[in-house]
């Protein structure tokens, strides 16, 4: 007996059908790494996924992997494969923009080239950038950030003294800003004379007015009459 069995043999020449969703297409990036989603689907199902020649399990139709870029223009191609071996694919271009600015550091204070009478003066400003800033050192100490700002105090010595301010983004960009002051060691102590009334003086009425003159180099804070401020 003999039985015969008639049937069409059709090849799949069906290409699976690959999109690219996140990069954007003429995207620019400041990361060297990004991310790569997409969709591949075909009427016999998808097999293998290659973006720029990684392999990525293809789980439900969706794909996602990260890549590497090199400064300037990329182009991220994924490949997508059938059971046949017929092939489809997506490509975007992306624009790699290293970050290679340091941060945007501002001195509020002190002034450059100013003179100070305290054996520390106060570090102010502010320190910004698009990626974040990770850091700001005064002479090497670090310098709390609140914000954007930060204000620290740092010791000086009699004499010149010179200031260091280094702020890093977070990809290791640095600025530096350096300003002098002027620590001046105030040893001489201020001038007073008493005008009224005269030494030795016998007086009658009370109170007694006092009069008097005080001088000092750098300035008088604070001049007192018997334990009175005056």
């Given at each position: 007996t003999t039985a015969t069995?008639?049937?069409?043999?059709?090849p799949d020449t069906t290409l699976p059908m690959v999109a690219i969703t996140s990069p954007a297409d003429g995207s620019t990036v400041t990361e060297p790494y990004i991310l790569v989603e997409g969709t591949?689907?075909?009427?016999?199902g998808v097999t293998d996924i290659f973006v720029n020649g990684i392999y990525v399990f293809p789980a439900g139709g969706v794909f996602s992997t990260c890549v590497s870029h090199v400064p300037g223009p990329n182009t991220i191609t994924a490949v997508a494969y059938d059971a046949a071996g017929n092939s489809g694919s997506a490509s975007v271009s992306v624009t790699y923009e290293p970050d290679l600015e340091g941060p945007v550091l501002t001195l509020s204070s002190p002034a450059d080239g100013s003179t100070v009478y305290a054996s520390w003066v106060n570090v102010a400003g502010t320190a910004t950038d698009p990626s974040g800033?990770?850091?700001?050192?005064?002479?090497?100490a670090w310098a709390p950030l609140i914000g954007d700002q930060f204000d620290v105090a740092d010791g000086l010595v009699p004499?010149?003294?010179?200031?260091?301010?280094?702020?890093?983004?977070?990809?290791?960009?640095?600025?530096t800003a350096v300003v002098h002051v002027v620590y001046y060691l105030d040893v001489t102590s201020p001038v007073v004379t008493i005008e009224q009334p005269l030494p030795d003086a016998v007086l009658s009425v009370s109170p007694v007015l006092v009069a008097g003159t005080v001088t000092d180099d750098v300035g008088v804070a604070a001049a007192y009459v018997n334990g009175l401020e005056v």
């Open positions: 069995v008639t049937f069409t043999f059709s591949a689907t075909d009427d016999v800033v990770s850091s700001v050192q005064v002479n090497g004499g010149e003294n010179e200031l260091v301010v280094v702020a890093a983004d977070t990809w290791g960009n640095t600025t």
